[in-house]
C-alpha cells in the first residue's frame, strides 16, 4: 500500500506542477530565462555591445524593449525572432551593419512604437517596408546611406509622428509624406536635414500647415538661390517656426559653386518679405484658419471692433467652425480689418493676427463706378478715332494740280491752292478749261498794306506784284513757298 500511496502523490505533485506553468503562461509570466548575452531587468532585455552575428533566440515573449544596438547585425530577415512579441513596444537597431531588411521582417512586432535603425549601412527604402507597423510613431533612420525613398514606403504608418532622415544621401524631396492629407496625417517633425536636396517643390511647401513646417528640417543642403527659396525661410523666420530658428546659420544654398547663407542673399536684390493680408469682393464666402504651430489648440477669434467671434450666430455673415477656423458668407465692406486669433495649447499658447481688405464691387457683376469710367474711356478713344477719320481717310473729290497757272487779275497778290473738280465730260472732247469745270480757291496774302480785316481786300485798293527777277523765282502764289499763309476767307475764282 505504500508504494502505491507514493506513487499517487508524485502524479499530484507533476499535475500541480503542469497546472502552475500553465497559469504562469495565461499571466503572461516568464517561461523562458533571460539569453546569456542580455542584461534583463524586468520586462527590458539589453543584448547592446556584445559583438552579436545574430538576433539571440527564444527571446521572452514579455519583452518590452529590446536594445541590440552596437553589434553586427547585417541583415533582418522575416525569422528572426520565432517568438511574436506582441508586447514589444521599442527596437533599438543602432550601430549595426544592416545593409538588408525584409519586409515581413516587422511582422512578429506588430504594436511597436519606437524603432531605431540609424547608423547602419541601409541604402534605399522599398516599398512597404513599414507597413506592418501600424502603430509606430517614432522611426529613427538617420546616418544611413539611403539615396532612394520608395512613395510606398511609408504605406498604411499612420499614427507615425516623427521621422528622422537626416544625414543621408536624398537627392528627391519626399512630398508624398508632408502633402496636408497624405500618408502621415499626423506627422509633426521630419529631419531632411544634412541630405543632397538642391531643389524643393517650394509652392507646395508654402502651402503646408505651420505645424508640419514648424518641423520640417531643411538645413545643410546645397539647395539652389534664388529670391522664391529666400522668401519661403523668410516667412517662416517670421513666424518663428523651430525648424529655421534653430539653425540659422546652417540654412545656406549653392550658387556659383559657392556657399551663402539664405538670409544674406543680397547679390539676388530680392524684395524684402511682407505678410499679404487676404483679399475678398463683396458677397464673396471666404474661410481663413488660424495657423497654429501645433495641432489641436483651442483658438478664439476677435473681430476687428474687439467683439469675439461665436461659433454659430443667426444671421451673421463671420462665424468660427467646429476646426477653430474663421467663415465669412456674403463678405460686406464692413467686415474688413485686422482678426486676431488666441490659440491655448498644453506647451504653449500663441496669437496671430490676419488683416482682411473686402473691395467694394463684386468679382464677377458690373459696378456702376467701374462702368463709367469704362464708358467715358471709350467714348474718348472712339471720338480720337472718328476725328483721324474724317482728317486723313475722307474721299477725295478734288485733284490736287502741281502746278499752277499764273493769276489773270495782276494787281491781287493772292496765295492760292489750285483745286479742280472731277471733271463730268469726256476730256477729250476739248473745249474751252474756263466753262465752269476749273475753279480756283484763293487765300488773301496778309503781306500788303492793302488788305483789310480779316485778309479781305479793301475797294480801291491794289497789292502790289513784285517783279519776276529770275527763272528761278518763286512767285508769291506759289503754294509751295514758306511765306504762303492760308487766309480763313475762301474766295472762289
Not at 508632408?178 to 508654402?206: C, R
Not at 463671420?318 to 485686422?338: A, I, N, W
Not at 459696378?367 to 472718328?386: F, M, Q, R
Request: hydrophobic residues 35%.
Amino acid at each position: 500500500m505504500q508504494p502505491q500511496r507514493d506513487l499517487r502523490g508524485l502524479w499530484l505533485l507533476l499535475l500541480s506542477l503542469f497546472l502552475l506553468l500553465f497559469e504562469e503562461a495565461r499571466a503572461g509570466r516568464p517561461l523562458v530565462s533571460c539569453p546569456a548575452a542580455c542584461l534583463c531587468a524586468s520586462n527590458i532585455l539589453s543584448c547592446s555591445k556584445q559583438q552579436l552575428p545574430n538576433v539571440p533566440h527564444s527571446l521572452p515573449s514579455y519583452t518590452a524593449l529590446l536594445d541590440l544596438s552596437h553589434n553586427n547585425l547585417s541583415r533582418l530577415r522575416a525569422e528572426w525572432t520565432p517568438t511574436r512579441l506582441t508586447h514589444l513596444h521599442s527596437l533599438l537597431l543602432s550601430h549595426n551593419q544592416l545593409n538588408f531588411i525584409s519586409s515581413e521582417a516587422f511582422s512578429p512586432v506588430p504594436n511597436l512604437r519606437y524603432l531605431d535603425l540609424s547608423s547602419n549601412q541601409l541604402r534605399t527604402l522599398d516599398e512597404f517596408l513599414f507597413s506592418e507597423l501600424q502603430a509606430l510613431e517614432v522611426l529613427l533612420l538617420y546616418n544611413n546611406h539611403i539615396m532612394a525613398v520608395d512613395r510606398c514606403a511609408f504605406d498604411e504608418v499612420v499614427q507615425l509622428q516623427k521621422l528622422y532622415l537626416s544625414q543621408n544621401q536624398i537627392s528627391r524631396f519626399p512630398l508624398e509624406l508632408v502633402k496636408e492629407g497624405a500618408k502621415l496625417p499626423k506627422l509633426t517633425l521630419l529631419d531632411l536635414s544634412s541630405n543632397k536636396l538642391k531643389n524643393l517643390p517650394l509652392p507646395d511647401l508654402q502651402k503646408l500647415p505651420a505645424w508640419i513646417k514648424n518641423g520640417l528640417y531643411l538645413h545643410n543642403n546645397p539647395l539652389h538661390c534664388d529670391c522664391e527659396l529666400y522668401q519661403l525661410f523668410s516667412h517662416w523666420q517670421y513666424r518663428q517656426l523651430s525648424s529655421v530658428m534653430d539653425f540659422q546659420e546652417d540654412l545656406y544654398c549653392m550658387s556659383s559653386k559657392k556657399l551663402h547663407n539664405v538670409f544674406s542673399l543680397s547679390f539676388l536684390n530680392c524684395s524684402e518679405y511682407k505678410e499679404r493680408a487676404w483679399e475678398a469682393h463683396l458677397g464673396d464666402t471666404l474661410t481663413i484658419k488660424c495657423d497654429t504651430k501645433q495641432q489641436g489648440m483651442t483658438k478664439v477669434w476677435v473681430t476687428p471692433s474687439n467683439e469675439r467671434v461665436l461659433d454659430e450666430v443667426a444671421n451673421s455673415t463671420v462665424t468660427v467652425s467646429k476646426d477653430g477656423s474663421l467663415h465669412f458668407r456674403r463678405v460686406q465692406v464692413e467686415d474688413g480689418g485686422v482678426y486676431t486669433c488666441y490659440a491655448m495649447g498644453e506647451a504653449f499658447n500663441e496669437t496671430l493676427s490676419v488683416e482682411l481688405k473686402v473691395y467694394n464691387f463684386t468679382l464677377h457683376g458690373h459696378h456702376d463706378t467701374l462702368n463709367t469710367a469704362y464708358t467715358t474711356l471709350v467714348g474718348c478713344i472712339l471720338s480720337v478715332v472718328l476725328v483721324l477719320i474724317y482728317l486723313y481717310l475722307t474721299p477725295c473729290r478734288c485733284w490736287c494740280r502741281g502746278v499752277e497757272k499764273p493769276s489773270s487779275h495782276q494787281g491781287d497778290s493772292l496765295s492760292s491752292s489750285m483745286l479742280s473738280t472731277t471733271p463730268n465730260h469726256d476730256p477729250m472732247a476739248g473745249g474751252d478749261k474756263d466753262d465752269g469745270f476749273d475753279r480756283r480757291v484763293a487765300f488773301l496774302e496778309p503781306a500788303g498794306p492793302g488788305q483789310g480785316q480779316n485778309g479781305k481786300l479793301k475797294p480801291g485798293n491794289t497789292l502790289p506784284v513784285p517783279e519776276a527777277t529770275g527763272k528761278g523765282q518763286r512767285r508769291m502764289s506759289d503754294p509751295e513757298s514758306v511765306s504762303s499763309v492760308f487766309s480763313d476767307t475762301p474766295i472762289v475764282v
